[in-house]
């Protein structure tokens, strides 16, 4: 069996949340919301998780009573500076998610829909899109005229043709650990954030001619990828996962 690992990052502070708490571990129906992640994760047959942490590290340890690894980002250098902190831990076997700590909503079925589509169609990575009414402030996922991935822009680099595409990044991944392990190598800081960013993985692993695909989540989950940055959100959260039974 193909083994799944998970990288979920919780590094950030999280300055919206009004809080010297790291966002990570704001509850939601009285968990820390990476705990909602990381089960997420392991309902999805993720058998090794690795938090990567870096604000406040001790507390978000403290506050994780399930049992993960963890690897620390000190400095705050992008996303793709995060999971390039745990690429010992994601090596060259199997396959590995990378999620991100504030979407307590996510859930294990979704993961596992993902997870069966990227090995279906032998991916070198795949994507969790969306396609939604209000687009802004997300990366866009642009397809060639036959409907194929051909890579992801984020808001401020979109072109007015791309800034009306309504197909989001989610922010959620699966990767064939090899060719993310090779790419992280790649990943430069070469634009004007001078930060390292993890979609740029995605055009590296394209351009070796492996395969990548964006999966739309059904429109019914929507709410599964919402990532909370306010506490205004974080009570939203709360009241669907209440909905939800959970």
Do not use: W
Not at 73 to 82: D, I, S
Not at 120 to 139: E, H, Q
Not at 143 to 151: A, S, V
């Amino acid at each position: 069996m193909n083994k799944i690992k998970a990288v979920i990052l919780a590094a950030g502070k999280g300055t919206r949340m009004n809080s010297d708490l790291p966002k990570v571990i704001h509850k939601c129906n009285g968990q820390p919301m990476a705990h909602y992640v990381i089960k997420a994760a392991q309902d999805a047959g993720a058998l090794d998780v690795c938090v990567v942490v870096g604000y406040k590290s001790k507390d978000v340890k403290d506050a994780i009573y399930d049992v993960v690894d963890y690897v620390e980002q000190t400095e705050q250098l992008g996303t793709g500076h995060a999971v390039k902190c745990a690429r010992d831990f994601i090596g060259t076997d199997g396959d590995t998610l990378v999620l991100c700590g504030d979407t307590p909503l996510i859930t294990g079925k979704t993961l596992a829909t993902l997870i069966d589509e990227h090995k279906k169609r032998a991916n070198g990575v795949t994507v969790l899109s969306a396609i939604v009414d209000n687009p802004y402030g997300y990366g866009r996922i642009i397809r060639g005229t036959n409907g194929e991935f051909l890579k992801i822009v984020e808001q401020k680099d979109a072109t007015d043709e791309e800034q009306a595409v309504n197909e989001i990044n989610s922010g959620m991944y699966i990767y064939n650990s090899e060719a993310l392990y090779a790419a992280l190598e790649l990943l430069n800081n070469d634009n004007a954030q001078g930060e390292y960013y993890l979609t740029d993985t995605i055009a590296i692993i394209k351009k070796t001619g492996l395969k990548v695909s964006a999966v739309a989540i059904p429109a019914e989950s929507l709410d599964e990828i919402r990532g909370v940055n306010t506490e205004e959100q974080l009570k939203e959260a709360e009241q669907i996962m209440i909905n939800r039974g959970v």
